[in-house]
């Protein structure tokens, strides 16, 4: 034998023997059925699977691809709808009235898309997980819509537009969260083969649905009970998969949610949870519930209305990039950050919040009185902001350090960040948000 080969971590292996008229010989070692498997896996996988991409990759791929099949049955019961209330079928219909509805659902649809992404384009990034959720039961509530419409063809025209204002915001929030998941995943900066990849599988998985949607579809055809029988079912399924996809999901970055879980468990008990624990705990259906909501990013002048305590803030935070400020009547903290904050001033800022929030929330519970929070918890129980917040910013000053380590430790990446900053940024100095000269 003059040498050997494996392709990867698969079990495709040859070795190479130089025969008597020193030619080089190949010899296949493959397990039987191995050529077969490996083109599968070259075909609908990325290159370099499994080390290529994420850990949680085949757990959550595999959820995918039962949502996107239960998802395209219901698209066909839907279409089907549409095309009767249109009047595919009925004489008396008009090829204009068909063409005006289209147009008037395709046009609703793309004013919806704009709207979207104009308010909530930056949290898609931030809250991948909760938002590819809310595009999925965005896109059943859709498909009910358009099944439910040629019930009531006085109303059809709105009920399609409707539905499809809401599909259009599913194409905004699934194709962007799609390529936040894709980012995690992609772990040899082949985010273009894993989206390819994942396209290939959706793309089968789409074609054998629609080969099951050609024997429903003539089956179903005027059995009311039965599309909505069909209709619950694959819903059901569609639901229950997307969640377990989502659930499956173990991100490293930080974002407000689980910054909010890893600070709270660790001022009960000093240590950082794993990145399993927290992503097992993050809330995927609904914002994560706090006492005290975390603004970074704010403007001077949703903040302050008193120059005198602005002034005092400042004095406050001389040496930091940031302002922070706590009302209690909003149950605010709202954080000002400088031309000059880093991402670390960001983390810094979001923790010294979080603390300020865990010592509110359990303001009358025994876990708030250790001695490191107790000046927070006494300065916020007379209602004394500012020295809560000098407290807490002293606090993390001597805690913050060994949390990172803890973060660190467990696997947690601190670069980037994922804290939805809004892009207000003040610039300050000891006498004044300003020079004298800029007045």
Sequence with gaps: MVCKEVYGSTNVLKKYVKTEKDKLKTVDLSPKWTSLSQFFTVVFLPQGYPESVSSDYLQYQIWDTIQAFASSITGTLAAQALLKGVGVGDESATVMAATLTWILKDGTGMIGRILFAWMQGTNLDCDAKRWRLFADILNDMAIFMEILAPYFKAYFTPIVCTAGVCKSIVGVAGGATRAALTQHQARRNNMADVSAKDGSQETLVNLAALVCSLTL????????????SLFLLFTLLHLFANYSAVTSVVMETLNQARLHILVHHYLQTGEVL??????????????????????????????????????????LYKDSNYLLDINLQTGCVSIILSPLSTTMDHLTSCFQAEVIDYVYDNMYKPTA???????????????????????????????LEKFQRG???????????????DEWRAEWDSAGTLDKKDV
């Design 217 to 228: 579809v003539p089956l179903v055809t005027g059995k009311d009970v039965l599309i909505w």
């Design 274 to 315: 794993s990145l399993q624990e927290v992503n097992y705990k993050e809330p995927v259906l609904w914002k994560t519930r706090r006492k005290l909501n975390v603004h970074l990013g704010t403007s001077i002048g949703k903040v302050f209305s008193r120059a005198s305590i602005l002034e005092e803030s400042i004095a």
């Design 369 to 399: 009185k250790s001695e490191d929070l107790g000046n927070i918890r006494s300065a916020l129980n007379e209602g004394d902001t500012l020295s809560a917040t000098a407290a807490s910013y002293n606090y993390a000053a001597v805690h």
């Design 407 to 421: 973060l660190t430790e467990k696997g947690w990446l601190c670069e980037p960040l994922l804290l939805g900053p």
